[in-house]
């Protein structure tokens, strides 16, 4: 059994604490992927794994001592686990800010990740191992700070009842991206000035922002696009059967007066091409998105800023269980007055829209 100075033990304790943390931090949010299938879950998930198995390794290799055949195999193990810690922050950071991943920013992640990986593999000095530590210390600090201006620009444009909570997953985000890098340049350069509680400190950055990812889904989803309302209408007759609205301040035309033009262009373009009904109408500063029930002659559209695969899955979702709540009554359309309870339906298939006022 290795003898530890009592700095060393101290970080081992440390390590085991953040661990066990950023451990908790994955299967709180994949634990919200498994149940709500968002794609920013799962790439978050994936990042909080891989910054686990870092520090893991790394926590293992020092309980071996410095510069032992362990310790290095270990310290190997800690730098290829950041592979995928930062391939999930990158596609996050897509995800969050467009909607979709970046191919050509990937890609090139994927290349550095792969020749450092490469170095790290043929490695066999322990003097040599400050090479990778640098390139991925220089990748965690860009995609970090990234993420946190990022986290940043959707604390400005939630709308207020989430203020308070962009600001919590701001702080977070300052702990890992920006107090734990400075905490861990004080603890290198002074090793006896503090306590090494960095890692701790990027774990309970990291438990912040994943417990309220976890529960407050809308702040994936309020840079990628704007949904301003929610239509149902009959198709035979063109009448509004259902509104709902996310932002209020937008000005719009009458619903019934929308839905006939709808309908009518609608089944122009049906008559006139023989390719079915219309399911998208892009503008250039908005995209109509339509879902058309089989069996019924009612029609669900979603006005939004933005096309976006979650919107068609949620507007999908929504247009089933329409139907199925109200089969009957949508018999008797022309009385919109039967379908106000819709608004559950709503709350269930879009739980990701924030609300504006």
């Known amino acids: 059994m290795v003898s530890l100075d009592s700095l060393t033990s101290i970080k081992v304790i440390s390590g085991s604490i953040a661990a066990v943390l950023l451990f908790t931090d994955f299967?709180?949010?994949?634990?919200?992927?498994?149940?709500?299938?968002?794609?920013?879950?799962?790439?978050?998930?994936?990042?909080?794994?891989?910054?686990?198995?870092?520090?893991?390794?790394?926590?293992?290799?020092?309980?071996?001592?410095?510069?032992?055949?362990?310790?290095?195999?270990?310290?190997?193990?800690?730098?290829?686990?950041?592979?995928?810690?930062?391939?999930?922050?990158?596609?996050?950071?897509?995800?969050?800010?467009?909607?979709?991943?970046?191919?050509?920013?990937?890609?090139?992640?994927?290349?550095?990740?792969?020749?450092?990986?490469?170095?790290?593999?043929?490695?066999?000095?322990?003097?040599?191992?400050?090479?990778?530590?640098?390139?991925?210390?220089?990748?965690?600090?860009?995609?970090?700070?990234?993420?946190?201006?990022?986290?940043?620009?959707?604390?400005?444009?939630?709308?207020?009842?989430?203020?308070?909570?962009?600001?919590?997953?701001?702080?977070?985000?300052?702990?890992?991206?920006?107090?734990?890098?400075?905490?861990?340049?004080?603890?290198?350069?002074?090793?006896?000035?503090?306590?090494?509680?960095?890692?701790?400190?990027?774990?309970?950055?990291?438990?912040?922002?994943?417990?309220?990812?976890?529960r407050y889904e809308q702040l994936f989803y309020v840079l990628p696009f704007k949904v301003q309302k929610l239509i149902v209408y009959g198709t035979s007759k063109g009448i509004s059967l259902f509104t709902y609205e996310w932002s209020k301040s937008e000005r719009f035309i009458d619903e019934d007066m929308f839905t006939s033009i709808l309908q009518g262009v609608g089944m122009i373009v049906n008559e006139s091409l023989k390719k079915g009904n219309v399911q998208e109408i892009k503008m250039e500063q908005g995209v109509l998105l339509i879902s058309h029930d089989d069996t019924h002659p009612v029609a669900s559209v979603l006005i939004a800023s933005k096309s976006s695969q979650v919107l068609r899955d949620g507007l999908t979702a929504f247009a089933r269980q329409f139907v199925k709540m109200f089969e009957v009554s949508l018999d008797h359309a022309e009385k919109p007055e039967r379908f106000n309870n819709a608004i559950g339906l709503v709350h269930s298939c879009f739980p990701f829209i924030p609300q504006y006022e």
Do not use: H
Request: glycine share 4%; net charge positive; hydrophobic share 55%.
């Open 27 to 214: 299967l709180i949010v994949f634990r919200q992927y498994l149940k709500k299938k968002y794609s920013p879950s799962l790439y978050l998930s994936l990042a909080w794994l891989g910054f686990f198995l870092e520090v893991l390794f790394s926590t293992i290799a020092l309980s071996f001592g410095l510069n032992t055949d362990l310790w290095l195999l270990f310290q190997k193990f800690s730098y290829l686990s950041l592979t995928p810690g930062f391939l999930g922050i990158l596609a996050l950071y897509d995800s969050i800010s467009r909607d979709s991943i970046e191919p050509k920013s990937f890609a090139l992640l994927i290349f550095v990740l792969g020749a450092n990986s490469l170095i790290i593999s043929v490695i066999t000095d322990y003097n040599l191992m400050i090479i990778p530590n640098i390139i991925v210390k220089c990748i965690g600090l860009i995609i970090s700070n990234a993420t946190f201006i990022l986290y940043i620009q959707i604390y400005r444009r939630v709308p207020q009842s989430l203020k308070r909570l962009a600001l919590l997953n701001v702080i977070g985000s300052f702990f890992v991206s920006v107090l734990f890098v400075i905490v861990n340049i004080v603890e290198s350069a002074f090793p006896n000035l503090i306590p090494p509680v960095a890692r701790i400190i990027e774990a309970v950055g990291a438990l912040i922002q994943a417990s309220i990812f976890s």
